[in-house]
């Protein structure tokens, strides 16, 4: 089944200490993203990756640290959370680029206190 | 990056046949226009996507008029089921990435 799983899909956290969510797809696609959903906010992208080694800032990304060190795995650093973190986070996939079919994970919520 | 305007919530009644309309008055030439469903606490899912005229799958259609400056996502006979929030996207297929954010998106609240 093509899917898109995020881990872990909850994670209550103090200020400061570092934390990783993984992403993976199984669907060899080249394209992965991260958002962040907040109330009245909408999806704001974080980062992207176009292929394996490229990834680029998307439009919130202060904060989080990202790589792509193989096509299949996608995971969001944040190196020190702070409050303002605390959100609902999706990865997304697509073949190619954003604009295809894009599918995306179950969600982490992620609360910092 | 460009904005699409969409209403910010629908009601409907259960076997009603809804239309959700997008405004996106400067999109390209290239621009594709892409709709995506969102249940509370999932991420979007892929509704269907067109250029230009009608596309129809087993979810909606999509009617995209000459100028292409808006579109209308129609879901046929909705169910308590399809509640979800809706958004519409402008994106180039060729060069990549969206050129519109998610916004709040449609919020519709189907009835029984």
Redo the contacts between chains.
């Keep these: 089944e093509a899917q898109?799983t995020q881990n872990p899909r909850y994670l209550i956290t103090v200020t400061g200490k570092k934390l990783t969510v993984t992403c993976s797809q199984n669907m060899n696609h080249e394209?992965m993203s991260w958002?962040r959903q907040d109330p009245?906010l909408?999806?704001?992208?974080i980062y992207y990756s176009?292929n394996v080694e490229v990834t680029d800032k998307g439009?919130v990304p202060e904060g989080y640290k990202v790589s792509r060190k193989e096509k299949r795995n996608f995971p969001l650093i944040l190196e020190s959370p702070s409050p303002n973190q605390t959100s609902?986070y999706?990865c997304?996939s697509s073949y190619?680029?954003?604009?295809?079919?894009?599918?995306?994970?179950?969600?982490t919520?992620l609360t910092v206190v | 990056l460009a904005k699409t305007t969409q209403p910010i919530s629908m009601d409907s009644y259960e076997g009603q046949e809804v239309n959700i309309t997008c405004s996106h008055n400067n999109i390209a030439t290239n621009d594709y226009i892409t709709w995506y469903q969102q249940f509370p606490s999932q991420g979007p899912r892929f509704i269907i996507q067109g250029y230009k005229t009608k596309v129809t799958n087993e979810v909606a259609s999509l009617f995209i008029p000459a100028d292409r400056k808006s579109s209308t996502l129609s879901l046929p006979r909705v169910s308590l089921s399809d509640t979800a929030v809706y958004y519409c996207l402008v994106g180039d297929l060729n060069t990549g990435g969206f050129k519109t954010i998610f916004g709040a998106g449609t919020r519709l609240f189907v009835k029984a």
Aim: positive net charge; proline residues 0%; glycine residues 16%.
């Design positions: 898109v394209y958002y009245g909408g999806l704001r992208q176009m439009d609902l999706f997304a190619r680029h954003q604009n295809t079919e894009a599918f995306f994970g179950q969600g919520r």
